[in-house]
């Protein structure tokens, strides 16, 4: 069987005049691995490192990732020291390549079917780089659930992002991963949009998540990511969709 954490990690020494601003202001050469993470509820970790965020969830036995973000080094083998457990799987919420370009390190990748020809496809400004796509994929979607001991995790289909993009949902830790798609700014045609505008979307996604619980929206512990709504405009949502 092939596996993705035994392999090299990708080069990305043509990058290496390339420099990364970090939130504390610091500099790092792109190809040089970089990592800020914090533990957002118990065993579960945020993850940024270059791209956009993504997570650690661990189970009883083993862990899993949740996008898998496009800096440089082993992604697999830091998710393994955070943790002290093997992580041989990752999810992709869509197949943007900020969200999949490391897909490369695990042995079995989940993502929607729409996602397949896309997923880890390098943008432009990567050119010179190669990122295997030869990944096992396994196909989700809605109300598939993934088996992980402990921590099974639910998926369900929003699409407004990209037509393939899901949200996972974690009952133990009353998490929902939602990548990019309960997202204010939308996508394509739908960017930039209005909260009222994006409210109809945003609902209908915490609403398959309510029915899932049968419980209401104040129990979830978090929402991950609504992205480019401030605490105002937030507040008015939960209040709405209540």
């Known amino acids: 069987m092939r596996s993705g954490g035994k392999m090299q990690p990708v080069d990305f020494s043509s990058k290496h005049n390339i420099l990364i601003r970090h ?46 973000g496009y800096g440089a080094g082993n992604l697999r083998e830091y998710l393994e020291s955070l943790c002290g457990k093997p992580v041989r799987k990752c999810i992709n919420t869509h197949y943007h390549f ?36 030869d990944y ?20 369900f289909k929003i699409g407004d992002h990209t037509p393939g993009g899901i949200a996972i949902l974690d009952r133990k830790e009353r998490l929902l991963f939602s990548g990019d798609e309960i997202m204010k700014m939308g996508g394509g045609p739908r960017a930039p ?3 009222e505008e994006f409210y109809p979307t ?13 419980t209401d929206f104040a129990t979830l512990r978090h929402v991950y990511v609504i992205k480019d709504l401030h605490k105002p405009e937030l507040d008015s949502l939960k209040a709405r969709f209540q």
Not at 103 to 109: E, K, P, T
Not at 136 to 144: C, D, F, G, R
Request: proline residues 8%; hydrophobic residues 35%.
């Open 23 to 68: 939130k504390d202001g610091t500099l790092t050469p792109m190809d040089e691995p970089y990592y800020e993470t914090k533990l957002i509820a118990p065993g579960t970790w945020q993850i940024m490192s270059s791209g956009d965020y993504h997570y650690l969830v661990e189970g009883d036995e083993e862990a899993i990732a949740i996008d898998t």
């Open 136 to 155: 096992p994929v396994e196909i989700v979607a809605e109300n598939s659930v993934i088996p992980l001991k402990g921590r099974p995790l639910e998926i």
């Open 98 to 133: 900020d969200h999949s370009a490391n897909n490369c390190y695990f042995d079995l990748v989940y993502m929607a079917e729409e996602d397949v020809d896309r997923a880890s496809v390098p943008y432009p400004s990567f050119e010179g780089i190669d990122f295997p796509r």
């Open 202 to 214: 945003a609902v209908d996604a915490l609403n398959k998540a309510k029915i899932r619980f049968s």
């Open 193 to 195: 949009r209005t909260v």
